[in-house]
T-cell receptor, first 112, second 115 residues
Framework: DQQVKQNSPSLSVQEGRISILNCDYT??????FLWYKKYPAEGPTFLIS???IKDKNEDGRFTVFLNKSAKHLSLHIVPSQPGDSAVYFC???????????WGAGTKLIIKP | DTEVTQTPKHLVMGMTNKKSLKCEQH?????MYWYKQKAKKPPELMFV???????INESVPSRFSPECPNSSLLNLHLHALQPEDSALYLC??????????????FGDGTRLSIL
């Protein structure tokens, strides 16, 4: 049973516009969330994270929003650039555990 | 450039071969990880070492044997693998096991093909 879900396998966005990647989770014990980005033939690269005590965290063009009541988080990329084309993974951590629980990933394609 | 170095980048082996995957980091991290990733799937955790001791073993078949000779090195010994073991094997490291505020850094992986 998937505890972290990324329901959109792929997303296509025009360069310069906002990209919004979504992630839902089922376990209310998750208290920390991370986003990783992965290019083909490379390992995942950490992007941004958020603790459950916050509802927003921002780092440059990347902002993560957390809605605990809806068990939903989203990653916003503004403005989207061609180099943002990659697979984005959402991951969650339980307060009693250190293991990352990963979503299936969303492939983001930025169109020129 | 990744700070976690994995060798080789590609490996093709037969089902009766013995080979090893190597991982090295010089960031002073004390936790190291092996993941397996199949196409269009997220990474699956295989093993975790913390302070050079095996901390987590996710019920991986015994044909995979991890080794942590020191805090900078992590090996994965392979023997009698099956075709379904073909995948990208990723190594990662982190300051310690707690990912809060100190995320895992990944290498670029070894692409393993079993004939």
């Amino acid at each position: 049973d998937q505890q972290v879900k990324q329901n959109s396998p792929s997303l296509s966005v025009q360069e310069g516009r906002i990209s919004i990647l979504n992630c839902d989770y089922t376990n209310s014990m998750f208290d920390y969330f991370l986003w990783y980005k992965k290019y083909p033939a490379e390992g995942p690269t950490f992007l941004i994270s958020i603790s459950s005590i916050k509802d927003k965290n921002e780092d440059g063009r990347f902002t993560v929003f957390l809605n605990k009541s809806a068990k939903h988080l989203s990653l916003h990329i503004v403005p989207s650039q061609p180099g943002d084309s990659a697979v984005y993974f959402c991951a969650a951590v339980m307060d009693s555990n250190y293991q990352l629980i990963w979503g299936a990933g969303t492939k983001l394609i930025i169109k020129p | 450039d990744t700070e976690v170095t994995q060798t080789p980048k590609h490996l093709v082996m037969g089902m009766t071969n013995k080979k090893s995957l190597k991982c090295e980091q010089h960031m002073g991290h004390r936790a190291m990880y092996w993941y397996k990733q199949k196409a269009k799937k997220p990474p699956e955790l295989m093993f975790v070492y913390s302070y050079e001791k095996l901390s987590i073993n996710e019920s991986v078949p015994s044909r995979f044997s991890p080794e942590c000779p020191n805090s900078s090195l992590l090996n994965l010994h392979l023997h009698a693998l099956q075709p379904e073991d073909s995948a990208l094997y990723l190594c990662a490291s982190s300051q310690d096991l707690n990912p809060r505020g100190q995320p895992q850094h990944f290498g670029d992986g070894t692409r393993l093909s079993i004939l």
